[in-house]
């Protein structure tokens, strides 16, 4: 590995120098979302001071310079995850935004009675929800692949699951909970032999894995900006072009428009039809601005570097008698979760904090996941690009100090 220079990667991101309770911020909370670098943060002041101004409308010269750097970052994102075509990036709000999308569009056109969606036992609500709110409303049925104790994908469940009733398959690529890594290139290649597509949800790969929908011949890949270091209220859904031609708008409004009138709407095109309302512009541009971060350290760099981090922490942590893993698969990215045993991950969270250690506690909106290890929830350390080996020293001495006070 060349060399990470994280003392500057850290310098680039000025929270990072934040005091809690009165100790150094140790930010583990990743998976929630990341901190964001200077250069994102002076994009967003940018926007404000120099091009504020609405996209797609104007012929005015702000509105032009705002649209140029709208559709800039289209087409960072595109290069980034190596679409095809700039215009099967669709610019949402968020992961969440983008699965629904999905849901409401592609269910509508191609979801019948008696049909089934797959998703996974280790999906993130906003990958459930959607998938049975259109269940409900064409009388499909929800069918779920199991995981084993160790938190891997049941393959060979996965395999008999699939038959022509199939009409989509919606996993996420790395589980926000257990760090499981999942063979994705493996789940799509068998739903592509039976003609099913495959939705990714890319919210806790994007940040961590290089990603390339090509590559992978995935159909639909969502994800965040403000987990991969941009702001909040941007995210993208790509999806190939023959599906997304095929599917019919989402929401209506402004922008996803060629013509209207009272007896008819001419519907845009890709990837308008998609984009209703005025988006969040600011976010959008700044997202570009945050790719472009990711792109000077690199993100095989940054894989290699959490790579290693994320072993450091699981052994140092395998130290503590206590601590009993949750998720502890072959292959895993950027998440710990435990649980210190006869002690509520609440209170390990409360504890941690007070010593200046921020991570995250609870069922980190995968309630069916608990149920299926029977617990009330973990704590959850994910790491970043910036997060270092002192990071990981302090966690497991708070760790240990909230085992010695709860036990
Ligand atoms: N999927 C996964 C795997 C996630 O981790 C998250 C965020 N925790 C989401 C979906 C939802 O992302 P957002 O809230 O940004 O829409």
Not at 12 to 18: H, V
Not at 54 to 69: E, I, K, M, W
Not at 167 to 185: A, C, D, E, F, Q
Not at 366 to 384: K, W
Request: overall charge negative; aromatic content about 8%; hydrophobic content about 40%.
């Amino acid at each position: 590995m060349t060399h990470y220079d994280i003392d500057s990667i850290r310098a680039d991101f000025p929270i990072l120098k934040t005091k809690v309770n009165g100790h150094p911020l140790v930010y583990l909370d990743n998976g929630a979302t990341t901190q964001k670098p200077q250069s994102v943060i002076n994009a967003i002041t940018d926007y404000y001071t120099q091009i504020n101004s609405n996209v797609h409308r104007g012929v005015h010269h702000l509105s032009q310079l705002a649209t140029d750097a709208y559709e800039v970052t289209r087409k960072k994102i595109s290069e980034f995850i190596n679409a095809a075509h700039d215009y099967e990036v669709i610019l949402t709000s968020g992961t969440t935004h983008s699965i629904n999308l999905v849901a409401n569009s592609y269910g509508k056109q191609f979801v019948r009675e008696g049909d089934e969606i797959v998703i996974s036992a280790m999906e993130h609500h906003s990958n459930i929800v959607p998938w049975q709110m259109i269940c409900e409303d064409r009388g499909a049925k929800l069918r779920v692949i199991p995981i084993n104790d160790e938190g891997e994908l049941d393959m060979e469940a996965y395999a008999a699951m699939l038959n022509e009733r199939v009409k989509l398959v919606s996993i996420t690529y790395v589980s926000n909970t257990l760090g499981t890594l999942n063979p994705i290139k493996e789940v799509i290649k068998q739903a592509h032999d039976q003609d099913i597509p495959v939705l990714i949800d890319g919210a806790q790969a994007i940040q961590h894995l290089d990603v390339d929908v090509q590559a992978l011949d995935v159909d639909f890949f969502a994800f965040s900006g403000h987990k991969m270091y941009g702001p909040t209220g941007v995210g993208v859904l790509y999806g190939k072009e023959k599906w997304l031609d095929r599917m019919p708008p989402y929401q209506g409004g402004g922008d996803m428009i060629k013509e209207v009138r009272f007896e008819k709407t001419i519907y845009n095109e890709l990837p308008f039809k998609f984009e209703a309302g005025t988006p969040n512009i600011e976010a959008g541009i700044c997202l570009g601005t945050a790719i472009d971060y990711i792109k000077t350290t690199g993100i095989n760099q940054i894989a290699l570097y959490e790579t290693e981090l994320l072993k450091y922490a699981t052994k140092a942590l395998s130290e503590i008698d206590q601590i009993r893993f949750i998720g502890t698969a072959k292959e895993k990215s950027s998440v710990i979760s435990f649980l210190v045993n006869g002690a509520h991950p609440y209170d390990v969270g409360v504890i941690l904090d007070k010593l200046g250690v921020a991570v995250r506690t609870g069922h980190h909106c995968t309630q069916p996941l608990m149920e299926r290890f029977d617990i009330p929830g973990t704590v959850r350390a994910s790491i970043a690009m910036y997060n270092t080996k002192e990071d990981i020293d302090l966690l497991v001495n708070a760790v240990k100090k909230a085992a010695s006070m709860l036990l």
